[in-house]
């Protein structure tokens, strides 16, 4: 069949997490892999209410086509929580519903990246926005990171050095709160410098936040988005965290005339998001559910994350490190540089039935093999208890083999 | 914002159908237009039972992230479906569900299509097709259509004179069965005769199929998926039109190879489509719901053409032809050839409240001037009785002018 592809389809390839964590469905297996919330974390009762309101009242709009940029109501309730939670001064015109915030990531890949394109991102970054543009052959170039996110040193040389190679970047791409795979998150001060220079070498900034709402402590941090006084970020902002990512409902807020183009390229890619989950995310929404939703989200959360980096402090072998994150998912861990992170998930699954995804899949040049992502938001505290100990039992015999 | 766009992006413009029926929306208007079903024809009560079930037992995966590919339950039962109501033999692994059909036309040309890679279409054919096409900057060539579907002359025509030329076309897209715009069906001669020329000139087969099940008269006329021996053919199939558009549940099968590159793309895409509207479609599939709804909406339907056909004899000019579908939602209407469907619809709108679609949208080329689509599932009996005498009263003074 390869007659047939494209030039873009030869350079697909299943994702290397997605390979390896077939290997992790044995029922045996304690998975730090997944990026999934939990799924006692889901308002299932709210949402049995919805539906059944929904479905006496609303089934002719509700079961029905709607439009390509969202429903009207849904997109006005999200602008006024734009404005409450994030502080962001958005206009319906502007904010688009998107089926899920991966579908944002490839609208805008459609809209924006020619084949060979550059687009900017911090190493590591999201594997699923390194997945979008690469599905359009958009080229990536990296830029460093630490516990307080983007490097701005890094990126103002990068952007010098490109610019004498005369390669202007189209978007620089940050998961700025709570990063996955990271958890690290970007100051405010660096927020702003980032905007200074993408405005001085005229480039988009694209900015994926769907967990910023789930800080367990520290200080707020607003948005990219917020500090955006000329138009040139787009902000990326999900229900698949809060209510539930079954029903795919996320949004994208971007300047006025990029969002006309990105209505035209969802209209293509699926006529319209799910109507029946748009009305469940805007009643949920309408009857003050989510506030109070969070809460509990984030009291669960925050147990998990402090009984992993207890776990963590007690069973990992010195020599390795890892963040500390105030909120979201995920912790990254970092080993000494030799080391292969795809060789100690083979050893995982097979000798201590624990599996984690390796640290290259958030690099899109490979790299980054000394890492791995664990996510504390999915297993049960007992699980995540366990499913630490035993990786601490992989990660010592690595190191004294 | 200009220089930011991607190439593809510069050709992105919304059709005009958008554009137009955004002038349909006020109250006195009759529209004709929207390819929408009866809201009467939601099986709500149905589906709030289901809904309440599902958050009761399975709310945990229900509303969870769920596989790009659909889930295992609703891919199982669809095969099911494709072997009971298609008499098509298909296997778990080769069907993917969707986001709605229209992203399976966009996972297509993103696997498939290079910029300048050329797409036959019938013409007139389905314009969220050439919308998809186009959005990956495809080049359409037409083949001609009579009552009959597809004429296989034409298309044996065409592809000759296209390998003097050097050029191989990827796929031949079609619309097979009640096709939307013009209401006609391809006979199953031309079926295997098309089918016979795509092998000989080695084009994929591109088969959408939203509307057979919904036959009101006449003979069942198998699938070209049914006749495709080799593996040449991608089927489209989806619940929008008997179960609800607003869930977006559908799905392909295609050849193996095939199937692997469109679930990557469908990762970049949207990850999965909405977890809880499949496990609604799962549940209204294996509660057998959907028999007895599919002879409700035929019974609704049929009475709806019946009113529009015996509503167009009496009031339609003489000049004026319209085909008489034996199923679907459309009718298309032929109008002497200097007239101009784009001028009529201003006027039917401004003088006669009354409102269609014009025949250009569904010619990738914009011909088609003197055509229009009916729809007569969406308006209630009344209503689309009424809007084909007002629009009589447009065409009569149209052509005295």
């Not at 309730?77 to 939670?85: C, E, I, N, R």
Request: glycine fraction near 6%; include cysteine.
């Amino acid at each position: 069949m390869n007659r047939f592809f494209a030039e873009r389809a030869l350079g697909m390839k299943a994702s290397d997490i997605r390979e390896l964590l077939e290997l992790t469905q044995r029922p045996e297996i304690i998975s730090l892999a997944g990026g999934l919330p939990n799924t006692k974390a889901f308002p299932a009762e709210q949402i049995s209410e919805i539906c059944k309101d929904i479905l006496k009242n609303d089934s002719h709009i509700a079961l029905q086509y709607s439009a390509t940029e969202g429903i009207r109501q849904l997109r006005g309730a999200l602008v006024d929580y734009m404005k409450s939670s994030f502080h962001v001064d958005g206009e319906v015109d502007n904010l688009i519903v998107t089926t899920g915030s991966q579908q944002a990531l490839t609208l805008i890949s459609m809209v924006l990246l020619n084949p060979g394109d550059l687009v900017l991102t911090t190493a590591p970054s999201y594997v699923g926005g390194i997945g979008a543009f690469r599905a359009f052959q958009a080229k990536m170039d990296t830029v460093a990171q630490d516990d307080e996110g983007l490097v701005i040193e890094s990126l103002s040389e990068k952007l010098a050095e490109l610019k004498t190679k005369g390669i202007k970047p189209k978007l620089i791409y940050v998961v700025p709160t709570f990063q996955n795979p990271a958890g690290v998150t970007m100051t405010e001060k660096r927020r702003e410098e980032m905007l200074e220079l993408a405005t001085e070498y005229d480039v988009l900034v694209l900015e994926d936040d769907p967990y910023s709402r789930l800080r367990f402590e520290g200080q707020e941090v607003k948005p990219v988005k917020y500090f955006d006084y000329e138009g040139r970020v787009i902000f990326l902002g999900t229900m698949s965290k809060l209510l539930s990512p079954g029903l795919r409902v996320a949004w994208m807020l971007a300047p006025k005339d990029l969002s006309r183009k990105f209505a035209i390229a969802k209209q293509s890619a699926d006529l319209c998001s799910t109507t029946f989950s748009q009305f469940i995310a805007y009643e949920f929404l309408k009857r003050g559910y989510l506030e109070t939703h969070i809460e509990k989200i984030k009291a669960m959360y925050k147990k998990k994350r402090d009984i992993m980096l207890t776990a963590m402090d007690e069973h990992f072998p010195e020599g390795v490190t890892w963040t500390k994150p105030e909120g979201g998912m995920f912790s990254w861990v970092t080993m000494p540089e030799h080391m292969d992170s795809k060789l100690i998930l083979m050893r995982a699954i097979k000798e201590d039935n624990v599996a984690f995804v390796i640290g290259s899949a958030f690099y899109p040049d490979g790299s980054g093999k000394n890492h791995m992502r664990l996510n504390f938001s999915h297993s049960s505290d007992d699980k995540l208890n366990e499913g630490i100990r035993r990786l601490g039992v992989t990660l010592k015999k690595e190191i004294e083999d």
